[in-house]
């Protein structure tokens, strides 16, 4: 298609007042009307049929309504042409804006979700620590009784039947009879843990010398004592040398010498098997640690080889 050569660009010259039959003709050369064959035929027939029908009134009345509508459409295009820098920069900036607002969006979100996943690991681990150490040091402390304490296993289960602590049952049975299932005293106590046989039978004993039935009459009557003085161990082990009236009518240890050295030699037993029960358990995860690390260790380089 040929351009038109002007003097002036288009918008310009419209701009000034251009006139527009000229303009008109120079659109047209530059973009022909399509059918317009079908047009000039259609103004033919029009032009015939309002001549044999009645004269020249109709066809004038076309011709007006033709031209009115082309310099409609003429003015349409040229307002098309003025507002469409305008409209598209408004497009385009919202359109950059939007993929700024979008991308402003994803980095932030990532960068939270960095943070979250980053700081959620430490956290959970730090919440679920001290379960995790419940648990070990239940383990730890089941194969000490197992393996360091003799009798050991019944008096764990014992122990933990009774909600006791097994530091302190194990702690009386030493103060009592050193871990030596046949001792008697003077006054008729027997068995590991020195029980009276009415005391034995109370607490559902048939047989003292029994490791087993002693042991558990014996956790069985420090949970009595337990719930009686309201969790107060002292009471407790006094109650249990000396008997829980004189601890009533006392108000706590009887100003008995026997009791009172009774009451700190269990106390001195149950801190030691405390102590070495502590020791095992910082042992243990020592040894985790180190199996951890060890791990790491052995992972760095897979790791290190992808991020390189």
């Not at 659109?27 to 103004?43: I, S």
């Not at 003015?75 to 385009?92: I, R």
């Not at 681990?125 to 019944?154: C, N, T, W, Y």
């Not at 309201?230 to 706590?252: H, M, P, Q, S, W």
Request: glycine share 8%; proline share 5%; hydrophobic share 40%.
């Amino acid at each position: 298609m040929p351009e038109v050569k002007t003097k002036r660009p288009y918008q310009e010259r419209f701009l000034d007042n251009f006139d527009r039959a000229q303009l008109r003709r120079e659109v047209e050369a530059v973009r022909p009307r399509r059918f317009q064959g079908f047009r000039k035929k259609y103004a033919t027939w029009a032009l015939g049929a309002s001549l044999a029908f009645g004269g020249l009134g109709v066809p004038t009345m076309i011709m007006q309504h033709n031209d009115a509508a082309k310099a409609t459409t003429i003015q349409q295009n040229a307002n098309a042409a003025n507002a469409k820098p305008a409209d598209s920069l408004d497009q385009e900036l919202a359109g950059d804006l939007q993929a700024a607002q979008s991308i402003a969006s994803q980095v932030a979100g990532g960068v939270a979700g960095g943070l979250q996943a980053a700081t959620s690991s430490p956290l959970k681990a730090i919440a679920a620590a001290p379960q995790k150490l419940a648990v070990m040091s239940d383990s730890v402390r089941e194969d000490f009784f197992k393996k360091e304490v003799p009798f050991g296993s019944i008096i764990y289960q014992e122990a933990k039947k009774n909600n006791l602590r097994p530091e302190l049952v194990a702690a009386v049975v030493q103060a009592e009879s050193k871990f030596r299932p046949a001792a008697r005293s003077g006054s008729g106590a027997i068995g590991l843990m020195q029980l009276v046989p009415k005391t034995g039978r109370w607490m559902g004993a048939r047989d003292l010398t029994n490791p087993a039935q002693n042991i558990s009459a014996g956790a069985k009557y420090l949970r009595y004592l337990h719930d009686r003085f309201d969790g107060n161990e002292t009471k407790v082990i006094a109650a249990y040398n000396a008997g829980e009236g004189n601890v009533l009518r006392f108000n706590g240890v009887p100003p008995f010498h026997e009791t009172r050295d009774y009451v700190s030699k269990v106390k001195n037993f149950e801190e030691d098997f405390h102590s070495r029960i502590s020791n095992r358990v910082a042992d243990a995860g020592s040894a985790s640690n180190a199996t951890q690390d060890a791990s790491a260790t052995n992972a760095v380089p897979d790791g290190g080889a992808q991020a390189r």
